[in-house]
């Protein structure tokens, strides 16, 4: 072990530049892919704060007494969808319908009695806001006698649950195409970073040296370059990343960086890509000398 | 110690390297091969060291025969040999010393030993105060005398020179051909590969003569009916 590690170790001293350059290579490689992550992430934030919005509101007739309403929201709450149910009553809608309509502010003021009708207003739990769902909920809704009319903004939620399947195709495509590219810049790099030290394998395997004892070094080169280049990537996608937010400015919604755990799979695919990478390729070499 | 039995050696390209060859080196002989460049010098010890497979024939190397060695078990082949080539093949960012503890450490050995045996064969070839010299600051000769202590640090009974003085001047070949001649006295068979015939005529050592991947003429004369027995 110690002179696996002796012998990575040298390899670095003895080709700086082409250790460097491979470590440029898996950090850029895998700075675009993160970059790209970032962004997918942020754009999945964005349209689950969209899907928050899904609400079911449904109309209930005028005079429908209060007991009644109350016992149905316990039913409509057990619902396994329902996040929770609110009660709206008439006046209540009337007070919001002056502050948030204001163009109608004056009109509503002249009125001799309430023309809103009280509702209940239905969010829906994380993973039920689709138009599936959605829509399952009204119908029961507009099931119930004192029911008038069930509204969720049908066409705005079946257009979300498209756009969301369409952003979650759109992105695995481009992140397998991001990682492809990275893994076939860094597979060339290490390919030459083994091409360099040909003449060293020979002389290896002419004294004696088992193919195995042969790949320890390599393997554990490719594996800290592989750390290296994981870790430039994460310091050039937080550099990335603050700039960004520094020149949109304040006015946008919150955007976030990577959680810890990202952190530590982006290091790991990181070593695993150097580490396979260099077993591959001192493999194939092996076979072909 | 080394048999060939009747073996030949076509490449791929279908062109032969060796046709029929056989012969039988005992242990402790030092023998010649000759021969004009492309004669087929070269195939014969990379058959020796496993580097090539016979297309046909045997080749048996201490005990381990070519026709059933499995790949996995060719470095236990090499660690009975020592090889040396014409442009000694050492590590230039590595010192003297450094290269031939190489040797001995990717087989393995115990580390504690390395040193004082390192010193042993550096001192037997004569390169002790260069112990920490880089390649580049020796001579061809003690270049090559450093591969040669590389290829006896695992005291093999077997060294393979392939035309160890065609890069020398003759103060150099001469120097490093007693060496080979001396390794030889106690007692490791030397087969080396040479265009020099002045070295060949100046001794009685054994002489087999290639031509065209035939074998044309052995010094010890035996005859090859006898040989392939």
């Not at chain 1, 195709?169 to 397998?176: E, N, P, S």
């Not at chain 2, 087929?40 to 059933?68: F, M, Q, Y």
């Not at chain 2, 390192?118 to 003690?142: D, F, I, N, W």
């Amino acid at each position: 072990m110690r002179l696996v590690t002796r012998e990575a170790f040298r390899a670095f001293r003895r080709a700086p530049g082409l250790s460097a350059l491979a470590v440029a290579a898996i950090g850029f490689s895998l700075f675009t892919t993160g970059l790209y992550a970032l962004v997918a992430l942020n754009f999945r934030g964005a349209l689950e704060g969209l899907a928050e919005r899904v609400e079911i509101v449904a109309f209930l007739m005028r005079g429908t007494p209060p007991e009644t309403v109350t016992l149905a929201s316990q039913d409509i709450a057990a619902f396994p969808e329902v996040l929770e149910v609110n009660y709206v009553s008439a006046e209540e809608a009337l007070k919001r319908a002056q502050q948030e309509l204001e163009e109608f502010r004056e009109a509503y003021k002249e009125l001799s009695s309430n023309p809103l009708p009280a509702s209940l207003e239905i969010r829906l739990k994380p993973a039920y806001r689709s138009a599936a769902a959605a829509r399952a909920v009204a119908d029961r809704l507009a099931g119930f006698a004192f029911v008038d009319d069930v509204r969720y903004g049908r066409e705005w939620v079946e257009r979300l649950d498209q756009l969301r399947r369409l952003a979650s195709v759109v992105q695995f495509m481009i992140g397998i195409a991001f990682a492809i590219v990275a893994m076939a810049i860094i597979g060339v790099t290490i390919r030459i970073t083994v091409l360099q030290r040909a003449g060293e394998i020979a002389i290896m395997r002419l004294v004696g040296a088992t193919n195995n004892f042969i790949r320890g070094p390599f393997v554990l080169e490719g594996a800290i370059k592989g750390v290296l280049g994981g870790l430039l990537a994460l310091v050039l996608c937080w550099a990335g990343f603050t700039l960004f937010k520094a020149a949109l400015g304040t006015d946008l919604p919150d955007l976030r960086f990577f959680r810890p755990l990202d952190l530590l799979v982006i290091l790991l695919f990181g070593t695993l890509i150097g580490l396979l990478g260099s077993l591959l390729s001192v493999g194939r070499h092996l076979k072909a000398v | 110690m080394i048999r060939f039995s009747h073996v030949t050696k076509i490449w791929p390209n279908g062109a032969p390297a060796l046709r029929d060859i056989s012969f039988h080196v005992p242990k402790g002989q030092f023998v010649f091969l000759t021969g004009h460049s492309g004669a087929g010098k070269s195939s014969i010890l990379s058959l020796i060291s496993a580097h090539e497979r016979p297309t046909e024939g045997d080749v048996r190397v201490a005990n381990l025969s070519l026709r059933t060695l499995r790949q996995g078990e060719v470095p236990k082949l090499r660690r009975r040999l020592g090889i040396v080539f014409q442009d000694f093949r050492l590590l230039d960012d590595r010192t003297t010393d450094e290269n031939v503890a190489f040797a001995l450490e990717v087989t393995g050995a115990p580390r504690a030993a390395i040193p004082g045996r390192v010193m042993r064969v550096l001192t037997q070839v004569g390169l002790a105060s260069k112990a920490r010299s880089y390649p580049k600051e020796l001579s061809g000769g003690e270049q090559q005398r450093v591969a040669i202590a590389r290829a006896l640090v695992n005291d093999p009974p077997i060294l393979l020179a392939d035309e160890p003085t065609g890069n020398l001047d003759e103060r150099a070949t001469r120097s490093v051909f007693q060496l080979l001649r001396d390794i030889n006295a106690s007692g490791t068979s030397v087969i080396m590969a040479t265009h020099n015939m002045e070295l060949v005529r100046g001794t009685t050592y054994r002489n087999l003569e290639l031509k065209q991947g035939q074998m044309v003429y052995d010094s010890q004369d035996e005859p090859l009916v006898e040989m392939a027995e």
